[in-house]
């Protein structure tokens, strides 16, 4: 016998989103009520800073949807301190905190410079190897650095035989992505995939494997087409996974179990 759960036609995680954002703060129990009626069953809240990753991990205490990441973002890197890092240490500690992030490069807002973020990055890939936690990786305009640390990190890690983490809101070339996988990561994409401008992106998305792809929202950012310079949300993640299955040319049922599993594997979800 099974439950009326198990009937539900879509079942997701949506894999990144920042669901502690201001934009939230008048209606957040709404947005989750519509992302479990949507049939999504978890919600990763991703902090960028110290307080946004407190935040991130206060809800995922508050809410039985919400899983929470940990970290430092590349555009907040510049006044970086020891008591940041010392208070992600802490977090680390709660039971629902399932990954450093998010964490990267970014070379286009340059809000930090490059050996600044590189540093950001790399303590924070090493904290999350010493804790055996998958990372969220955001990189804009940094691919080829990208690359050379995660390479290094790989080299490194002691915990090789787990999956290292997800490349969040992924925008590039196959070969990239290529490098990317065989890194051991994971590659998220979201709904942004169905702009018009995102054509030929969709031929790369072609060929990547499903059992290694995650759908996102990064919510409050990049909604829908039909919907966008609104706000985005976590219910919406099922349009990222509708795209892909038309991309992949799988069962929206299929794209959601694979996505799914893909999502819990790497952070160690049970649900
Ligand atoms: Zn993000």
């Keep these: 016998m099974s439950d009326a759960s198990s009937l539900s036609p879509v079942r997701l995680v949506d894999s990144h989103a920042h669901l502690d954002m201001t934009v939230y703060e008048t209606d957040r129990e709404d947005v989750i ?12 809240s991703v902090g960028i800073d110290l307080p946004s990753s407190r935040e991130a991990a ?8 919400v899983f929470a990441a940990v970290g430092i973002h590349p555009q907040e890197s510049r006044n970086v301190t020891g008591r940041d890092i010392a208070g992600l240490s802490v977090l680390t500690k ?22 600044q973020q590189t540093r950001v990055l790399e303590w924070q890939l090493d904290f999350a ?3 055996g936690l ?14 050379a640390v995660l390479t290094a990190w790989n080299s490194r890690r002691s915990h090789p035989q787990k999956p290292a983490g997800v490349i969040h809101c992924f925008n590039g070339t196959l070969e990239t992505a290529q490098a990317y996988l065989n890194l051991g990561f994971y590659i998220s994409i979201g709904a942004y995939t ?15 494997p499903l059992d290694r792809l995650l759908v996102e929202t990064d919510s409050p950012f990049l909604p829908p087409q039909r919907i966008r310079g609104n706000r985005n949300e976590p219910a919406f993640v099922v349009e990222a996974a509708l ?17 799914t599993s893909n999502a819990s594997r790497l952070f160690g979800l049970q649900i």
């Design 33 to 44: 009520r519509r992302a479990v009626e949507a049939g999504v069953a978890a919600i990763i």
């Design 58 to 65: 206060l809800m995922a205490a508050k809410y039985s949807i």
């Design 194 to 208: 169905g702009y018009p401008s995102s054509r030929a992106f969709r031929e790369v998305v072609n060929k990547l």
């Design 94 to 115: 709660e039971k629902r905190v399932v990954a450093i992030g998010e964490i990267g490069l970014d070379f286009y807002h340059l809000l930090a410079s490059p050996e």
């Design 243 to 259: 795209v892909l299955s038309e991309i992949k040319e799988v069962s929206k049922e299929e794209t959601a179990r694979v996505t």
């Design 134 to 147: 998958p990372v969220i990786i955001h990189s804009r305009q940094a691919e080829k650095e990208m690359i």
């Design 129 to 131: 190897d010493y804790l």
